[in-house]
């Protein structure tokens, strides 16, 4: 990325909005870093999540390896930076449902707990996950475990 310039288009990449999961995690208080009511807020969202309900909604979305500044975990859930084009290069809103940036939270607030993976979390989605790659990876230490997920992340 390059510094910003006045004579960036609104379709480049710098000048695309940031969302963090931070933005709406209703675990997070405001100090914390979230931007939404609490009550409109979802719990413990995910990049993933973010990219599947803005990319079903029509937007332009890229996925940066980046961590919120003000996250204090340093966990792979916590990962991740969603870019999304708001406007066109002559200003006017890409979307016209999505006019501003708290009005795509408010969206992200609202669809992500209708996703499939939201719908059966309490059971055992997450654990076999979880156990599956523990007991098939068979080895490799914890921070190469880490570092392979890292890498997992799409990046443009």
């Known amino acids: 990325m390059t510094s910003w310039s006045t004579d960036k288009q609104h379709s480049d990449r710098e000048r695309w909005i940031c969302i963090y999961p931070a933005y709406i995690n209703s675990k997070k208080t405001l100090a914390e870093g979230r931007r939404v009511p609490?009550?409109?807020?979802?719990?413990?969202?995910?990049?993933?999540?973010?990219?599947?309900?803005?990319?079903?909604?029509?937007?332009?979305?890229?996925?940066?390896?980046?961590?919120?500044?003000?996250?204090?975990?340093?966990?792979?859930?916590?990962?991740?930076?969603?870019?999304?084009?708001?406007?066109?290069?002559?200003?006017?809103?890409?979307?016209?449902?999505?006019?501003?940036?708290?009005?795509?939270?408010?969206?992200?607030?609202?669809?992500?707990?209708?996703?499939?993976?939201?719908?059966?979390?309490?059971?055992?989605?997450?654990?076999?996950q979880g156990g599956g790659s523990s007991g098939a990876g068979g080895g490799g230490s914890k921070k190469e475990r880490k570092e392979i997920d890292r890498n997992k992340l799409l990046l443009f």
Do not use: W
């Not at 449902?97 to 993976?117: A, E, G, N, Q």
């Open 38 to 128: 609490k009550d409109k807020a979802i719990e413990n969202p995910t990049y993933q999540e973010i990219r599947d309900v803005l990319s079903a909604a029509g937007m332009k979305v890229g996925v940066e390896n980046k961590m919120y500044s003000r996250e204090r975990s340093k966990e792979l859930l916590y990962i991740g930076r969603i870019r999304v084009q708001l406007r066109n290069d002559d200003g006017t809103p890409l979307n016209p449902d999505f006019p501003s940036r708290t009005s795509v939270m408010l969206h992200l607030c609202s669809m992500i707990p209708k996703l499939k993976t939201r719908q059966g979390k309490a059971g055992g989605d997450h654990g076999s």
